[in-house]
């Protein structure tokens, strides 16, 4: 069976492509001279699945859709305290070139605008930046060398934002070459199926969806993502994320990128700007897509189901001499404070305890926890626990497969078993 996905992406680009509205970012030469009409967009799934309509195989230069990704190999090289010394996280109200820095601090506001953007890049080489863009797009990427020379023509507003930032002791690097190689930075080609996948990899925690790389730690795309949310459309920043509700970045190519974590990566290209530098029919494509999809990020999803899925007696000649709780999903706070209300609620009789995690898909670091210390006070109120983990998710089992014991904490040693 052919997927639907690709036809419905092609529904929305036919219904958002008559708008005619908006201007090409005519400040700078070489993009002035865009073919309007283009339009694209890419669907990745954090499992490794790509959907392009449109003009898909179009390159673009990536612009300001690089300040997420030059943010979150800085903070993977320095740390995130070091970077916070440079640059703030709030949002700043406004435009992306705006000349203004925390009073105080001389910080930039925040990384997504261009002060913040020429602080972070100073943080890094150019080297740094081509392969780490490379490894979150999963392919090599180049520069379009024209727009390069045009840009670099043109950015005296960035020039003179460097000056300030060096003038405040924000940036020690030289001026003139933080603005040259941030202007590299922007002007890398990518088409949006590239993009989708570097979004998707900010959603995936930092795994290429595809090539399964690990680009950066977990914890810096939490953050990246969640300056993104709050910064990454600038001074419309709140109009977007109250009606879209995806962590999102733009640039003035026309390209524009959403990711929402744990699900996809997005990106949609079309060269017409908005008066706060967004593609027009990109946000319309977002506004649509989050509206069918339920893809806002504060939507409020049906009530999880118990972890619990069921609770019977031990099966075959064990019956009656004990419990098996089977639990299901995710096991993180949620599922598990439900899970150690019911067994505080209506504590198994005496006998033996399986909690059989087959049905189990994940298992974050604060339900671990509070699953061992169920355990532990189930041990100590004299049952004799075995968990069942064939995929063998919790942290302290072997790499192997042979049968072992995790460590609950305060002396217990609880059996952990491939198959129950």
């Not at 449109?54 to 943010?71: C, E, H, L, M, N």
């Not at 893809?295 to 064990?318: F, N, Q, W």
Request: a negative charge; proline letters at 5%; one cysteine or more.
């Amino acid at each position: 069976m052919r997927s639907p996905i690709p036809d419905y992406l092609t529904e929305v680009l036919d219904v958002c492509g008559g708008d005619g509205g908006g201007e090409l970012a005519a400040y700078i030469p070489e993009l002035a001279e865009a073919d309007p009409d283009r339009f694209a967009m890419a669907l990745a799934t954090v499992d490794g699945a790509v959907y392009g309509v449109g003009d898909d195989d179009v390159r673009f230069t990536i612009q300001s859709i690089s300040k997420p990704f030059a943010y979150a190999l800085a903070i993977a090289d320095r740390g995130l305290d070091a970077v916070l010394e440079k640059v703030g996280v709030e949002p700043s109200g406004d435009a992306f070139n705006e000349l203004s820095l925390e009073v105080g601090t001389g910080r930039p506001f925040n990384p997504m605008i261009n002060a913040g953007a020429l602080t972070v890049h100073a943080l890094l080489d150019d080297e740094r930046v081509r392969r780490g863009f490379s490894a979150f797009a999963g392919r090599e990427l180049e520069i379009d060398e024209d727009v390069f020379t045009s840009e670099l023509e043109t950015a005296d507003r960035n020039r003179a934002i460097a000056f300030m930032l060096r003038s405040h002791g924000i940036v020690e690097e030289d001026a003139q070459a933080v603005v040259e190689g941030y202007t590299r930075q922007c002007s890398l080609l990518v088409d949006v199926k590239d993009l989708a996948l570097m979004a998707a990899t900010l959603a995936n925690g930092g795994v290429h969806p595809v090539t399964g790389q690990r680009v950066v730690p977990h914890e810096v795309t939490r953050h990246v993502m969640a300056v993104m949310a709050t910064c990454g459309m600038y001074d419309a920043a709140g109009d977007w994320f109250t009606s879209v509700g995806i962590p999102a970045k733009s640039g003035v190519a026309g390209g524009l990128i959403g990711a929402l974590p744990g699900q996809v990566g997005l990106a949609t290209f079309s060269p017409r700007l908005d008066q706060h530098g967004n593609s027009v029919r990109g946000v319309q494509v977002f506004e649509r897509l989050s509206s069918d999809m339920g893809m806002h990020l504060m939507e409020v999803p049906p009530p999880a189901r118990s972890l619990i899925r069921e609770r019977t007696d031990l099966p075959g000649d064990r019956e009656g001499e004990g419990w098996v709780f089977e639990l299901q999903g995710s096991v993180n706070f949620v599922g598990m404070e439900r899970v150690l209300r019911t067994l505080a609620d209506e504590p198994p009789s005496e006998g033996a305890v399986v909690l059989d995690l087959t049905r189990v898909h994940e298992v974050r670091d604060v339900g671990r926890r509070m699953l061992l210390e169920a355990v532990r006070r189930l041990v100590a109120d004299g049952h004799d626990v075995t968990i069942v983990d064939p995929d063998g998710m919790l942290e302290a089992f072997p790499d192997d497969h042979a049968d072992g014991d995790v460590d609950a904490g305060g002396g217990v040693e609880v059996p952990v078993l491939r198959r129950r």
